[in-house]
């Protein structure tokens, strides 16, 4: 677990399945996804049909829930895009709208890149997001990562064409930011 005052990352738990179904398969067009690729199709999943699968998402090491006074509102995630390379990204969702634009996506995300620095032998960490989604950009920004790759108008959405943004931060990079400053 890493915390930052009220706010906590941590693997998941049994306890947390009927709220992470709650906020991510219950309704048909969830708010969130209006921002989390929007451009691919989201479907609400009947619970029993999640408790299937669910299971495998306790205590891994690639999803973690996010918590704010000990209630869960989002997830952080990783996978590797070249596991050969240790080419990893990073995903975050902050589910409910009432909690975004108070920092909680930037301090989580600062969480998550500590634990992944701290736990994994990566050179560097990406995230991959659209221009659509000028809020994620700017995380990324104030945690120090670069654009490395502007994919232009590769995302359709709501009829238009969005670019592809890739954002990435080196270990070296990361371990000589003074973030405290910036959140």
Known sequence: MYKDEELAIRPVEERDLPVLWELIYKEDAPEWKKWDA????????PYEKFLETAPMLVDQEN???????????????YYFEDEHSK????????????????????????????HIFNSLPLVRVGLTTWSGNERMIRVGEKLGMQLEARIRKVRFY?????????MGILREEWEALDLTANI
Not at 91 to 108: A, D, F, L
Not at 158 to 166: F, G, H, L, P, T
């Open 38 to 45: 929007p451009y691919f199709p989201h479907k609400s999943k």
């Open 63 to 77: 999803f973690w829930v996010i918590t704010s006074n000990d209630i869960v509102c989002g997830i952080v995630s």
């Open 87 to 114: 080419w990893l990204e990073v995903g975050i969702v902050i589910h409910e709208g009432r909690n975004w634009n108070k920092g909680i996506g930037t301090r989580s995300l600062r969480l998550w890149l500590d």
């Open 158 to 166: 709501e009829d238009n064409y969005y670019d592809s943004i890739r």
